[in-house]
Structures are given as structure tokens and as C-alpha cells.
Antibody, heavy 119, light 104 residues
């Protein structure tokens, strides 16, 4: 069974840092591009970042460039998002997302972890 | 930056057809996808490459795209289809703002 479990969310003050983790199981993690997608409370989906199967290519949405960094550890089937200089508008549920190998789209989503940036 | 536009909301009667549009510059060339998200749940991919249905998605869900517009069509809409629907231009990863579909 495919599973992706996010952790690391919580309450942080503006300017602070958090590291999100996503533990994957039930599939060949190292064969997939992986993404982080966020959703602010009551709002729509926003793609945040993605990373190639071997970690050699990484892309981030403009609003987080220079503050967030996506990474992965294929030996541990894990995906990470290092978030620095957090702002109130980063408050959201952050989803770990598996990109389909043979088609387009995100074909599996984690349950999400809530990040709240507030003083 | 690239933008996708969806109607914020729409309603449909049970058994009728719902058509949700998504517009963006040359969207048809950007491999549009559609996701369904029910309250408190993670999104689910319902259409990829504009018109293809993943395994397990009911046949009443279909997609089309041409030029600047992609359309998600739900035929014979059921109460269980009430949800938020998001389009995504896969080539650029941008999402539309979402459409809240009410079945009443």
C-alpha cells in the first residue's frame, strides 16, 4: 500500500524555521519526482517545489525562492522541505505529493501537515 | 507569472451534467490536469493530459482541452461529486483558484 506521511509542522514565529519531512513507503520512491504543495486555510492549492528522482534538479515557486529548500534521501525513502525566514502568508497545510512516472499530474498525496506562522 | 482562471463556484442538480472550465494562455499545450478535493481530505487526480482518466476514476468524469481552455465534465452528477475542483497546468505546475461544485 502506498503511504506518504508528513511530519514536522507546527506553530512557529515569523522569521523562524521548520523542517518538514515526508516518509514514503509502498512504492519505488527513487523512481519518482516528488513535490510539496501547500494550501492556506480556506484557500486553493499552491505548488511549492519539486525535485528530480536523483535530487539533481530542484525547482521552487518564486515566493519561496531563497527561503525554502527541497531535498530528498532515497536511501531512507524520505522527502524534506527546509523552511527559513517564515512569514505569516506561509501558513498552510503542506502536502507531500508523488508525481506520476508515466502520465502527468500528482497521482498520490499525503495527508498534509499544518504549518502556522504567528507571534 | 502564469495564471489559470476558474469560476469560484457552480451548482448542478443530481443526474445533470456539470462542466467546469479553466482558462489560461495556451493551456492546451501545457498538459492540463484536474483534481477533486472533498472537505478535510487530500486532493485526488481525476483527469490528466487534458482528457485521460486514471484507474479507478468513474467514467462520468471526462476532460477536454483546446487552445486556452480546459474543461472538466461530470455526466450524471451524483451527490458524492460535491467537492472543490482544481485545474493545473502540469508543464508549469500552476493551479487554478478552484471551483466549488454544489450538487442540489
Amino acid at each position: 500500500e502506498v503511504q506518504m506521511v508528513e511530519s514536522g509542522g507546527g506553530l512557529v514565529q515569523p522569521g523562524g524555521s521548520l523542517r518538514l519531512s515526508c516518509a514514503a513507503s509502498g512504492f519505488a520512491f527513487s523512481s519518482h519526482w516528488m513535490s510539496w504543495v501547500r494550501q492556506a486555510p480556506g484557500k486553493g492549492l499552491e505548488w511549492v517545489a519539486n525535485i528530480k528522482e536523483d535530487g539533481s534538479e530542484k525547482y521552487h515557486v518564486d515566493s519561496v525562492k531563497g527561503r525554502f529548500s527541497i531535498s530528498r534521501d532515497n536511501a531512507k525513502d524520505s522527502l524534506f522541505l527546509q523552511m527559513n525566514s517564515l512569514r505569516a502568508d506561509d501558513t498552510a497545510v503542506y502536502y507531500c505529493a508523488r508525481e506520476s512516472i508515466v502520465t502527468s499530474g500528482v497521482d498520490f498525496w499525503g495527508q498534509g501537515t499544518l504549518v502556522t506562522v504567528s507571534s | 507569472s502564469y495564471e489559470l482562471t476558474q469560476p469560484p463556484s457552480m451548482s448542478v442538480s443530481p443526474g445533470q451534467t456539470a462542466s467546469i472550465t479553466c482558462s489560461g494562455d495556451k493551456l492546451g499545450d501545457k498538459n492540463p490536469c484536474w483534481y477533486q478535493q472533498k472537505p478535510g481530505q487530500s486532493p485526488v487526480l481525476v483527469i490528466y493530459q487534458g482528457s485521460k482518466r486514471p484507474s479507478g476514476i468513474p467514467e462520468r468524469f471526462s476532460g477536454s482541452n483546446s487552445g486556452n481552455t480546459a474543461t472538466l465534465t461530470i455526466s450524471g452528477t451524483q451527490a458524492m461529486d460535491e467537492a472543490d475542483y482544481y485545474c493545473q497546468a502540469w508543464a508549469s505546475k500552476v493551479f487554478g483558484g478552484g471551483t466549488k461544485l454544489t450538487v442540489l
